[in-house]
């Protein structure tokens, strides 16, 4: 016969990889609109609140599982875990919410030098599959499957880095194209380092070893 507290921590683990799913389709979304000039930040705006929403919720869950059951340490663990992860996914939508008002305000990238949308849909790309992993690996525990983010999250801290070099050989650049792009490379960057976090949490969850992959 399982136990009481099993239900609750699938209910946790179900309701994650609701968010993971929101959270993709978020940041996807803020990149894309970004790239193409379209103003997706009021659908991105309501999804972000949704998701911060069920960061509370996963919270409220997790302190009653631990109220009411009296969970073992690895219970603890995992508990702690989704907790974690809720946030970092919480994060993911609050960078793609920032990526749709910089396109917003500022412009998307569409109509400066062809490089650059190039560049920042490349890095887009490696972000993107970085959180596929996080999600993928929090659906299956998968823990060599969430280690693959380490190689991944290097290139993107690379290309960031890379990107700052390339501005400033190329001062002729206008200053909207400066700053909306720098500015949506750093929260890339960002949501890049936070699926990294979930992973190690993962890794966490499944081993109880405290790993880095950064």
Same mark, same amino acid.
Not at 42 to 58: C, F, G, H, N, Q
């Given at each position: 016969?399982? $136990?009481?507290?099993?239900?609750? &921590?699938?209910?946790?683990?179900? =309701?994650?990889?609701?968010?993971?799913?929101?959270? %993709?389709?978020?940041?996807?979304?803020? +990149? /894309?609109?970004?790239?193409?000039?379209?103003?997706?930040?009021?659908?991105?705006?309501?999804?972000?609140? &949704?998701?911060?929403?069920?960061?509370?919720?996963?919270?409220?869950?997790?302190?009653?599982?631990?109220? $009411?059951? /009296?969970?073992?340490?690895?219970? =603890?663990?995992?508990?702690?875990?989704?907790?974690?992860?809720? %946030?970092?996914?919480?994060? #993911?939508?609050? #960078?793609?919410?920032? +990526?749709? %008002?910089?396109?917003?305000?500022?412009?998307?990238?569409?109509?400066?030098?062809?490089?650059?949308?190039?560049?920042?849909?490349?890095?887009?790309?490696?972000?993107?599959?970085?959180?596929?992993?996080?999600?993928?690996?929090?659906?299956?525990?998968?823990?060599?499957?969430?280690?693959?983010?380490?190689?991944?999250?290097?290139?993107?801290?690379?290309?960031?880095?890379?990107? &700052?070099?390339?501005?400033?050989?190329?001062?002729?650049?206008?200053?909207?194209?400066?700053?909306?792009?720098?500015?949506?490379?750093?929260?890339?960057?960002?949501?890049?380092?936070?699926?990294? %976090?979930?992973?190690?949490?993962?890794?966490?969850?499944?081993?109880?070893?405290?790993? &880095?992959?950064?």
């Amino acid at each position: 016969m399982g $136990r009481i507290i099993d239900a609750g &921590l699938e209910e946790l683990s179900a =309701l994650l990889c609701r968010m993971g799913k929101l959270t %993709y389709d978020t940041v996807d979304l803020a +990149i /894309q609109g970004f790239l193409s000039g379209e103003s997706v930040h009021p659908k991105v705006r309501e999804t972000s609140e &949704l998701l911060i929403a069920m960061v509370d919720e996963v919270e409220d869950k997790s302190f009653e599982l631990i109220s $009411r059951f /009296q969970p073992v340490a690895s219970d =603890l663990r995992t508990i702690k875990s989704y907790m974690k992860i809720a %946030y970092d996914f919480g994060r #993911y939508s609050r #960078y793609a919410l920032d +990526i749709s %008002y910089i396109n917003d305000r500022l412009g998307g990238i569409a109509e400066c030098e062809a490089w650059m949308p190039a560049y920042i849909k490349e890095v887009g790309e490696k972000v993107l599959k970085m959180v596929r992993i996080s999600i993928e690996s929090l659906k299956r525990h998968d823990v060599a499957l969430a280690k693959t983010v380490f190689d991944i999250e290097r290139e993107v801290d690379k290309m960031f880095f890379e990107y &700052l070099d390339k501005l400033i050989e190329k001062v002729h650049i206008t200053s909207k194209c400066i700053i909306s792009s720098v500015l949506v490379m750093r929260y890339l960057e960002r949501i890049a380092d936070h699926a990294t %976090y979930v992973c190690e949490a993962i890794a966490y969850i499944a081993t109880g070893e405290k790993i &880095l992959l950064r």
